[in-house]
């Protein structure tokens, strides 16, 4: 069965999704099993909390520089066949990992996670784009960004199961079970979206991939996503530890905090894609702006809270969601605010080196102001709530140029 046999928002595009967005939970468990494990891996290895930090942050590094080329790679053999690189990076860097005998040798490792995370977004993307019409895109876009989510519930309750018997090695064994499972369904129920053809320009010669990357809305955008994501990744790597080294909670506790602060994130991830699908297209940058304001109130707050489990847990769950809510806006603007939509490859390689840098800076630099403070953990609010403001610009910047530029062009295509 072909691509073009599957009818956009039916059963079959849903199936395709879900076996996609399972496959991305294996993915994104495998990326935030750092977290929960920082005190663990720090005794293990005899290192600093910002040298695990670097676990995270060279996801981010590795991201960078790999967003382009993935871009044209997947333009060239297609998002299954592309899918199925990126599982198989990860599930050798979880095997690799679980038996690094160095500290050096396990971050080596995690090159291998930058490709199958920061692509596995492509990924899920290009199918969601292929199998959805642009007014439906907001519910499996909201849907997919629950993958962190549910990821990181997964992660904290199976630390509580496997590490007392297993040490922090027993979650990457997990991840690599996990994903060898979700790549036999991957290859068996995913459908390879028929690739278009960039349109031959005036002279018939067709244009280069780099020509995808000209999109000034999608650069606007791709900025302000990178800038959320460092507060967003400050909350996802370094929470945990706050939790336990800033107010004192003991790691099942903090654990079980972490667990159920994911329902909020996926609740919030179902939220947005609503709002999304109730938006028109052309205030989705709008939405964008509003919520980088709110995300710059969350994040003033996020280390302010008082040592109470209650108020610590209900806090969680808020900021849980709003870390959720800029991601799926971006996907789903993303197609609407390129000139040439048959580049959308190469714009999502775009979109993903913003929030990649984000993710790379989001988990070392917080850590590290807050050591050069001396375990202040408020030491970094400056940066976190100023990236968001700055967001807001950038936001407010990608929706201007695409109401005049992009979207003014296609409407006037279309009456002609």
């Known amino acids: 069965m ?3 046999d599957i009818k956009l928002n039916s059963g079959k595009s849903w199936l395709q999704f879900f076996i996609v967005f399972l496959t991305g939970v294996t993915i994104a468990f495998g990326m ?7 005190p663990n891996i720090m005794n293990f290895y005899g290192v600093e909390m910002s040298q695990v930090g670097l676990l995270m942050s060279v996801v981010g590094l590795t991201c960078i520089f790999t967003a382009i080329p993935a871009g044209a790679i997947m333009q060239k053999i297609g998002a299954k066949k592309f899918g199925l690189i990126v599982i198989a990076a990860a599930i050798i860097e979880n095997v690799i990992g679980a038996f690094a005998p160095t500290f050096e040798v396990l971050l080596a490792t995690r090159f291998l996670e930058g490709i199958s995370y920061g692509c596995m977004t492509m990924v899920s993307v290009a199918i969601i784009t292929a199998n959805f019409s642009a007014d439906k895109r907001g519910l499996p876009n909201g849907i997919w960004v629950i993958w962190v989510s549910l990821a990181n519930l997964l992660v904290a309750q199976l630390a509580n199961v496997l590490v007392p018997s297993f040490g922090w090695q ?4 997990a991840a690599a079970v996990m994903q060898a499972v979700m790549l036999v369904l991957f290859i068996l129920f995913v459908k390879d979206p028929a690739i278009e053809e960039p349109e031959p320009v005036a002279g018939g010669k067709k244009p280069s991939v780099l020509e995808g990357l000209k999109e000034p809305a999608v650069a606007l955008m791709s900025l302000a996503l990178g800038l959320l994501a460092v507060g967003c990744g400050c909350y996802t790597g370094l929470y945990p530890t706050f939790l336990q080294t800033g107010l004192g909670f003991d790691p099942t506790t903090a654990n079980n905090i972490i667990s159920i602060s994911t329902f909020g994130g996926m609740v919030g991830s179902l939220l947005v894609g609503w709002v999304i699908n109730k938006t028109a297209i052309r205030n989705r940058g709008i939405l964008l702006v509003v919520i980088a304001v709110i995300s710059a109130a969350a994040f003033a707050l996020q280390f302010r809270i008082p040592s109470s489990f209650v108020i610590v847990t209900v806090f969680a769950v808020v900021l849980s969601a709003v870390t959720q809510f800029n991601m799926p806006v971006g996907f789903a603007m993303a197609p609407d605010a390129m000139k040439r939509p048959e580049f ?8 993903m ?3 990649n840098v984000g993710g790379a800076l989001s988990t070392f630099l917080p850590a590290k102001l807050v ?3 001396g375990g202040v953990w408020t030491a970094c609010d400056f940066l976190v709530v100023g990236f968001a403001v700055l967001a807001a610009l950038c936001a407010l910047g990608a929706t201007l140029y695409q109401r005049k530029y992009v979207l003014k062009n296609k409407d006037e295509s279309s009456a002609a």
């Open 353 to 355: 080196i913003g929030a």
């Open 371 to 373: 050591e050069d403070a």
């Open 32 to 38: 935030f099993k750092v977290p929960v494990n920082m």
């Open 170 to 173: 027993g979650e990457w064994i």
């Open 2 to 4: 072909s691509a073009t």
């Open 344 to 351: 959308l490859a190469m714009g999502l390689g775009l979109v």
